[in-house]
């Protein structure tokens, strides 16, 4: 790592500090996981800056606020399983992995999937299991296990009216689920806590811009996009 890359490690979390993000394994988890890593060539100078950046077929790499919000606001320990729905370039997710016992990953589009598991490769994060796939149907059982329920839910695109009823089946009871709901341009960032069986409460953390969470795994077409 050379002097440059450490200021701007430095930068970036003072900056988050600034901006009231508290949570120590938090802003640790940022300083470690090399953001530059997760961005096309075109945008890496910017890798380092508390913006959000394009990624390719459309979609966006969360602002590393928003990241740190979202982390934060899940407490996670590290006893924790997590299904985060909306893998896009996996930054999101390497900062999970950093935070919790094991991140099980879903994306509609296997172009992004495929290139974030070859960072999760080079970054050497063992903890994460990654799926091309429609998020909203939760996890699938898989040669015969089942891996719901999850302790901690995280969706990094945006549901129109309310979080996909499978997502809140698969969370665990006392478990916790952030989520964008709303359509663009009037979105707000939600924490449900599943109360009981059927019982939920749910918070408001602040109003965020997400791209929509959409249906089905990506076409050839739209993937191609
Ligand atoms: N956390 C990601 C954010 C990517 S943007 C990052 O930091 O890079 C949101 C992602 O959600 C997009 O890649 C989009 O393709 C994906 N997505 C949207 N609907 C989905 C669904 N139903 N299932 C899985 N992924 C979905």
Redesign the pocket.
Same mark, same amino acid.
């Given at each position: 790592m050379n002097t440059q890359d450490i200021n701007r490690r430095v930068r970036l979390v003072m900056d988050l500090r600034s901006k009231g993000i508290r949570d120590t394994r938090v802003l640790g988890a940022m300083e470690r996981v090399p953001r530059d890593v =997760?961005v096309p060539a075109a945008v890496k100078d910017q890798a380092w800056d508390d913006m959000a950046l394009p990624?390719g077929?459309g979609?966006?790499?969360?602002q590393p606020l928003v990241?740190a919000i979202m982390s934060e606001a899940l407490a996670l320990s590290d006893r924790d399983k997590v299904l985060e729905? #909306?893998?896009?370039? #996996?930054?999101?997710?390497a900062i999970l992995c950093k935070l919790c016992r094991r991140v099980y990953t879903?994306?509609?589009?296997k172009y992004?999937l495929e290139h974030a598991e070859r960072r999760f490769e080079e970054l050497r994060l063992r903890n994460v299991t990654a799926l091309a #796939?429609? #998020?909203?149907k939760g996890w699938p059982k898989m040669h015969g296990i089942e891996q719901a329920p999850f302790d901690k839910i995280i969706v990094? $695109?945006a549901a129109r009216e309310k979080p996909p009823q499978k997502l809140l089946d698969q969370l665990s009871l006392g478990g916790v689920m952030i989520i964008p709901i709303g359509p663009s341009g009037d979105q707000m960032l939600k924490l449900y806590r599943k109360d009981s069986i059927e019982a939920y409460s749910v918070r408001d953390i602040m109003p965020v811009r =997400?791209?929509?969470?959409?249906?089905d795994i $990506?076409s050839d077409n739209e993937d191609a996009a």
């Amino acid at each position: 790592m050379n002097t440059q890359d450490i200021n701007r490690r430095v930068r970036l979390v003072m900056d988050l500090r600034s901006k009231g993000i508290r949570d120590t394994r938090v802003l640790g988890a940022m300083e470690r996981v090399p953001r530059d890593v =997760f961005v096309p060539a075109a945008v890496k100078d910017q890798a380092w800056d508390d913006m959000a950046l394009p990624i390719g077929r459309g979609q966006t790499i969360s602002q590393p606020l928003v990241v740190a919000i979202m982390s934060e606001a899940l407490a996670l320990s590290d006893r924790d399983k997590v299904l985060e729905i #909306g893998t896009g370039c #996996g930054y999101q997710t390497a900062i999970l992995c950093k935070l919790c016992r094991r991140v099980y990953t879903i994306e509609r589009h296997k172009y992004l999937l495929e290139h974030a598991e070859r960072r999760f490769e080079e970054l050497r994060l063992r903890n994460v299991t990654a799926l091309a #796939g429609d #998020g909203m149907k939760g996890w699938p059982k898989m040669h015969g296990i089942e891996q719901a329920p999850f302790d901690k839910i995280i969706v990094t $695109a945006a549901a129109r009216e309310k979080p996909p009823q499978k997502l809140l089946d698969q969370l665990s009871l006392g478990g916790v689920m952030i989520i964008p709901i709303g359509p663009s341009g009037d979105q707000m960032l939600k924490l449900y806590r599943k109360d009981s069986i059927e019982a939920y409460s749910v918070r408001d953390i602040m109003p965020v811009r =997400f791209v929509p969470l959409l249906p089905d795994i $990506a076409s050839d077409n739209e993937d191609a996009a």
